[in-house]
């Protein structure tokens, strides 16, 4: 594998390993020392993990990848980069697939043809006066889709099995890195509002009636729009309802 094709954005580094417990681990490991935004991509994980604890499975010739980052500022913030990373995810997708069967799912999921293709996991550490590090982990079931299914409602597919090409991780990362890039350009330029209006755009099942599940409890309501913040706003019989964080089912 390598990376730093024609597309490499400048100022980001790459770091390639054969093998690794998980790339957002090594993430952790190496911000410290960070001296520019660096993106580690692996072959295999031994331990990859996804949201809410879950078990990632990461077989070979799948993307397993990590933007680590110091961006400074809140955490808060920071996190807004799960919708730099989704409108980047969906636009790499979208050269190898029919973009019209794409579709973003809140808070970072990817479908394609209505199943999971593809995965966020963004960590960080910090402290009430600001962020130290900022980890995007991002799986992409480019050839394989795993074989357990975590999520009935939303099966795993793989890039590959739907139409896709056969596409190489770092051929991927190349044009990801970039389309993170240019994430970041639109938000130093503009803000928040032009990569949720973007973001909106792609967003599955804007309009409709969906249900917010968190470990508590269940909201169903109107998708009508994300907030500033990220939140999902649900319009219910009792009003607006913002949600921070939860697993959503239409
Ligand atoms: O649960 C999800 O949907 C998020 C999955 C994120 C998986 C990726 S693979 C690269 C990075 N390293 C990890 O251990 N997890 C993320």
Same mark, same amino acid.
Do not use: E, I, M, W
């Given at each position: 594998m390598s990376t730093k094709g024609d597309l490499w954005p400048e100022g980001y580094d790459c770091i390639i390993l054969?093998?690794?417990?998980?790339t957002n681990a090594e993430a952790a490991r190496i911000a410290g020392d960070l001296k520019r935004p660096t993106w580690i991509l692996a072959?295999?994980?031994?331990?990859a993990r996804g949201r809410q604890g879950r078990h990632w499975e990461n077989p070979v010739g799948n993307l397993a990848a990590t933007l680590v980052m110091r961006?400074? #500022?809140q955490a808060q913030e920071a996190a807004l980069r799960s919708f730099f990373a989704s409108n980047a995810l969906f636009e790499t997708l979208a050269l190898y697939v029919d973009r019209t069967r794409l579709g973003l799912k809140w808070p970072n999921d990817v479908l394609l043809n209505g199943g999971k293709v593809a995965g966020i996991l963004l960590e960080s550490m910090g402290t009430a006066q600001g962020l130290d590090w900022l980890a995007v982990g991002i799986g992409v079931n480019l050839l394989h889709k795993p074989d #357990?299914?975590?999520?009935a409602a939303f099966p795993p597919v793989a890039l590959f099995d739907e139409g896709g090409a056969a596409v190489e991780p770092d051929i991927f990362l190349n044009a990801l890195a970039a389309n993170f890039a240019t994430e970041e350009a639109i938000y130093a330029e503009m803000g928040f509002d032009m990569i949720r209006d973007n973001w909106l755009k792609r967003a599955?099942?804007?309009g409709e009636v969906i249900t917010a599940r968190t470990s508590r409890d269940e909201i169903t309501g109107v998708f009508e729009t994300v907030d500033a913040y990220g939140n999902l706003i649900l319009r219910t019989k009792d009003g607006m309802v913002p949600v921070p964080a939860a697993d959503i089912y239409f």
């Open positions: 054969d093998s690794v417990d998980s072959k295999t994980q031994t331990a961006p400074g #500022g #357990g299914v975590r999520d599955a099942r804007l």
